[in-house]
């Protein structure tokens, strides 16, 4: 459904049109007119109420961890003759040795989800992963491939999908933004609002080894006193008002407003929730909290966890270093072991508080890696060679929030290279994560520029075979 902003001057139309939005309740969206934050109904039956993305920057190789082949551990060492179109051919990459994995990848649990050994956590909750093995992305490049996955677009400024997710269902608890990423990277367009409200911009989170840093940067003034602060917030907020009010519409100014609101009352929320000292020793070692290795993920997991329990809609967590293109004998088993007790104790966790079951959680890359080898050096022997980018497929998990647990969807060729069945464009994961959440993906639009845009664009297919 297209649909013009959610603002006071539009409370007409919305009486008018509510009706194209299902189950999204009238009041709803009138409450949404004067309050973007606000907690609404969604369009669907939904099966998932939040989102927690844990996004592994870099792209991992779905080879080594989820998807072996055969041919390619046969073929190690030898040229192969891959599908691939001379124009991506790099001097890195002649002759396309392949790079067979010296870490098994074996079934696991009773569904016989296959994961690597260097996932030994992950394995364990093998029976709730829904397994994707044929995702497709449509940039080898680390920064348009990122901002694809959280934009749907791999070159332009676009709402990400957390500032849908909110635009679409609203925060649960008004003292918090319904969309925080933890540890995000250097490219603020991951995270943006873009052309919707402000109110929907991802907040930014860095957990510091130093406790008394703040997660959440400005939260807090320590110049003057709370009092003086409340003076100073709603004189800058009367001007605000008041500037709205002479422009009778101007949806960036609202947004402007309610994010000003958010973050006042966030001050007195947010520092009980980052503090991480209240919960149990045995919460922390199932996090690996403590541990160096496992320290900074584990805080981060953690921490979405608590954002989630109390009511935020999208959490992300950014896992770096998962770029591989060098040495990836060696420097894999660091990513995993970084990564892997943080992510599978948050499915743990989330099961264990009855959470796991209406929470999707969403883990990948931006794309995976190559089948055969990239030697950076051009002298190293095989064994100390890299994997190039990889688009063409890779593999992604998602459990809890409606999908089927203990599933393998897709399969790729021998080379491990292009799907040949259960593909999934990054479109169709989009269009499927807003769906669980109660959100049709062609019907969550906004107007710019002259026409309604969606986070598909003119894309995208739920994956209704995943569903539980």
Not at 151 to 169: D, K, N
Not at 217 to 232: G, I, K, V
Request: proline share 6%; with cysteine.
């Amino acid at each position: 459904m297209n649909h013009p902003p959610f603002t006071t001057t539009r409370r007409s139309w919305l009486r008018q049109t509510s009706a194209g939005f299902g189950a999204m309740a009238l009041h709803g969206l009138l409450n949404a007119a004067s309050n973007p934050l606000a907690s609404r109904a969604p369009m669907l039956q939904s099966r998932a109420k939040r989102v927690i993305f844990l996004f592994m920057s870099g792209g991992p190789s779905q080879m080594d961890l989820f998807d072996p082949k055969p041919f390619i551990q046969q073929r190690h060492g030898k040229s192969v003759n891959a599908p691939l179109p001379e124009q991506h051919r790099h001097e890195s990459t002649d002759g396309l040795l392949a790079l067979g994995t010296d870490i098994p990848v074996r079934p696991r649990g009773q569904s016989g989800v296959t994961i690597s050994d260097l996932l030994p956590h992950t394995a364990a909750i093998a029976d709730e992963l829904c397994l994707l093995r044929a995702v497709h992305a449509d940039n080898n490049q680390h920064g348009p491939a990122a901002l694809q996955f959280h934009t749907g677009v791999t070159a332009e400024a676009r709402p990400s999908l957390g500032s849908w997710v909110s635009y679409g269902l609203g925060t649960e608890n008004q003292n918090l933004p319904a969309f925080l990423t933890i540890h995000p990277g250097i490219d603020t367009r991951n995270y943006s609002a873009s052309f919707l409200p402000a109110a929907h911009q991802g907040t930014p989170v860095t957990l510091s080894a130093k406790v008394s840093d703040p997660a959440i940067a400005f939260l807090t003034d320590q110049a003057s006193d709370e009092a003086t602060q409340r003076r100073r917030f709603d004189f800058i907020q009367r001007m605000n008002r008041r500037l709205l009010a002479q422009n009778d519409t101007d949806a960036r100014m609202e947004g402007m407003i309610h994010s000003l609101e958010t973050a006042f009352r966030m001050q007195a929320a947010t520092p009980d929730l980052v503090d991480l000292s209240k919960e149990t020793e045995a919460t922390k070692k199932l996090y690996g909290i403590g541990e160096k290795t496992t320290d900074k993920n584990g805080r981060a997991c953690l921490l979405a966890r608590r954002f989630s329990e109390a009511g935020v809609r999208f959490v992300q967590v950014t896992m770096d270093g998962w770029d591989h293109h060098g040495d990836i004998r060696g420097a894999l088993p660091k990513s995993c072991a970084a990564s892997d007790l943080p992510c599978a104790a948050l499915i743990r966790d989330l099961k264990s508080r009855g959470l796991l079951e209406d929470t999707l959680v969403v883990w990948s890359g931006e794309f995976g890696r190559t089948p055969w080898s990239q030697d950076l050096s051009r002298t190293a022997p095989i064994e100390k060679h890299g994997r190039e980018h990889q688009p063409e497929s890779f593999c992604a998990w998602m459990a809890g929030g409606g999908v089927k647990g203990g599933l393998m969807h897709g399969e790729t060729d021998e080379f491990g290279f292009r799907p040949v069945s259960g593909k999934v464009h990054l479109h169709d994961l989009h269009a499927t994560i807003l769906h669980l959440l109660g959100l049709d993906h062609e019907r969550l639009t906004w107007r710019h520029l002259g026409r309604d845009y969606r986070l598909t664009d003119v894309y995208g297919e739920v994956v209704k075979e995943i569903i539980a």
